[in-house]
Nanobody, 115 residues
């Protein structure tokens, strides 16, 4: 049983920063991808950034230069450092772990950016 526990969301003013963390536990194979997706009210869930455990990174154009994804493979933990936050970044942020053909999701953490 794989579990993902997220933390770090909150309320911040535009231009501020937040750091999200997601720790995975359970049976996790040696090769996997961890990352972040977000969903704003009335919108579809979208990719923010993902990173494999051997270092390959993918991120949305809207966050490049502002958000940085990193991992601690020994701890099965992924981080998302979010800088220069904008009101349009307001959403529920979900952590995702992909192992083979299986996807596991966290419960979500709310990020609200006030203008």
């Amino acid at each position: 049983q794989v579990q993902l526990v997220e933390s770090g969301g909150g309320l911040v003013q535009a231009g501020g920063s937040l750091r999200l963390s997601c720790a995975a536990s359970g049976s996790i194979s040696s090769y996997n991808t961890m990352g972040w997706y977000r969903q704003a009210p009335g919108k579809q869930r979208e990719l923010v950034a993902t990173k494999t455990n051997d270092g390959w990174t993918n991120s949305a154009d809207s966050v490049k230069g502002r958000f940085t994804i990193s991992r601690d493979n020994a701890k099965n933990t992924v981080y998302l450092q979010m800088n220069s936050l904008k009101p349009e970044d307001t959403a529920t942020y979900y952590c995702k772990l992909r192992v083979g053909i299986f996807d596991y999701w966290g419960q979500g953490t709310q990020v609200t950016v006030s203008s």
